[in-house]
């Protein structure tokens, strides 16, 4: 899925320039991201450009991972073998996702291990929104609708970012998510329309529990994104977080009667001279809690990740080995 929280970094980051030759290559970047042209992984980068990459995607990357863990709660005991068998298609392809921008970001010159590591010892941020637990059935489509819909409306702009191995990763990621999202829209139309009133009870306390942290995955507000101006100017983020807040409820309002949920926010409204739904302040002391490490499910997330990890040494033993013995046949021959 998903990008957010990517304004949170490190306050050492400064941009620093050693040398008139450094000045001068610098010049020659900054005139090409002006021009829009597209930075491949050989071209010279100042270094400030990097370690905000490899920040952005290592985020995302591991967004992308810790984001199948919720779903993988409900993969046993999902209501039909047709919603397993999307479940099961939705959570590998989260895995794809992850793989695809962990080999994103190595083209920086950062390895997975020590991305791996950075997520492991709680170093490394991944989108807030997974440490909100999976209480029923109905929160796997509402997930689906709202996060999945929220990570497009992050993620197409993306596509043109200035990093090409980035944006060409997140051109086959957006189409896989949209997929996600029509499953999750679908599956709950199904319970409102066809089901029963515990059913569509059921959708609308997860739309409750759901709504406001999907608004949270934009990022802290434009006035308070520490670095939204310097990512615009390098073409890394092309639309403020609050533009696509803004655009996310446009579309989800308008979604949400046509399930005939309530989105929880009395203030919701359509503006006729903006244009523009209006909606209710976000609690951003409870972004900030579940970020800084405190929400329901962090510690039991994380936990889940380290495992996942340590369980799977042997597979990366045998490759290994497998991948030594080749290599000695091959010189032998
Ligand atoms: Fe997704
Ligand atoms: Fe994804």
């Given at each position: 899925?998903?990008?957010q929280?990517?304004?949170?970094a490190?306050k ?26 597209f930075i ?14 490899v920040?952005?995607i ?18 046993t ?12 298609a ?12 962990y080999a ?5 010159g950062?390895s ?14 991944y989108?807030?929104?997974f440490?909100?637990?999976?209480l029923?059935?109905?929160d ?8 999945d ?6 993620q197409?702009?993306?596509?043109r ?6 944006a060409?990763?997140?051109v ?7 997929f ?6 679908d ?7 066809e089901?029963?009133?515990?059913q ?10 759901w ?14 994104s ?8 390098w ?9 696509l807040?803004q ?13 005939g ?8 409204k ?16 409870e ?9 329901p499910?962090n510690?039991?997330?994380l ?9 799977g040494?042997?597979?990366?033993e045998?490759?290994?080995?497998h991948?030594?013995k080749?290599?000695t ?5």
């Amino acid at each position: 899925m998903y990008t957010q929280a990517m304004d949170v970094a490190p306050k050492d980051e400064r941009k620093v320039v050693r040398s008139a030759e450094e000045a001068a290559l610098e010049a020659r970047f900054e005139a090409r991201i002006d021009e829009g042209a597209f930075i491949e992984a050989k071209d010279w980068m100042p270094e400030h450009y990097r370690r905000t990459l490899v920040r952005q995607i290592s985020q995302h990357a591991h967004s992308e991972i810790v984001g199948m863990l919720p779903e993988g709660n409900w993969a046993t005991r999902a209501p039909t073998l047709k919603r397993k068998a999307i479940l099961l298609a939705k959570i590998q392809d989260e895995g794809g996702h992850g793989l695809y921008l962990y080999a994103a970001a190595e083209t920086l010159g950062t390895s997975r291990d020590q991305l791996l590591d950075a997520l492991h010892s709680g170093k490394a941020k991944y989108s807030s929104i997974f440490n909100y637990p999976t209480l029923t059935w109905a929160d796997i489509g509402t997930i689906g609708w709202l996060v999945d819909g929220a990570a497009i409306m992050n993620q197409v702009p993306l596509t043109r970012c200035s990093y090409a191995p980035y944006a060409r990763a997140m051109v086959r990621i957006c189409r896989e998510e949209s997929f996600h999202q029509r499953q999750g829209f679908d599956s709950l139309l199904v319970m409102m329309h066809e089901g029963t009133d515990a059913q569509r009870a059921m959708v609308q306390d997860a739309v409750n529990r759901w709504w406001w942290p999907s608004l949270m995955m934009f990022g802290p507000p434009d006035k308070d994104s520490v670095h939204g101006a310097q990512s615009a100017r390098w073409g890394i983020k092309r639309i403020s977080n609050d533009d696509l807040r803004q655009k996310f409820v446009d579309a989800t309002a308008e979604q949400a009667k046509v399930l005939g949920v309530t989105p929880p926010d009395p203030l919701l409204k359509w503006n006729e001279e903006r244009g523009h739904y209006d909606f209710g302040p976000i609690d951003w002391d409870e972004f900030w809690r579940v970020v800084g490490g405190n929400g329901p499910c962090n510690r039991e997330r994380l936990a889940a990740r380290v495992k996942a990890h340590e369980d799977g040494a042997w597979v990366r033993e045998a490759a290994l080995a497998h991948a030594r013995k080749r290599a000695t046949r091959q010189e032998a021959a």
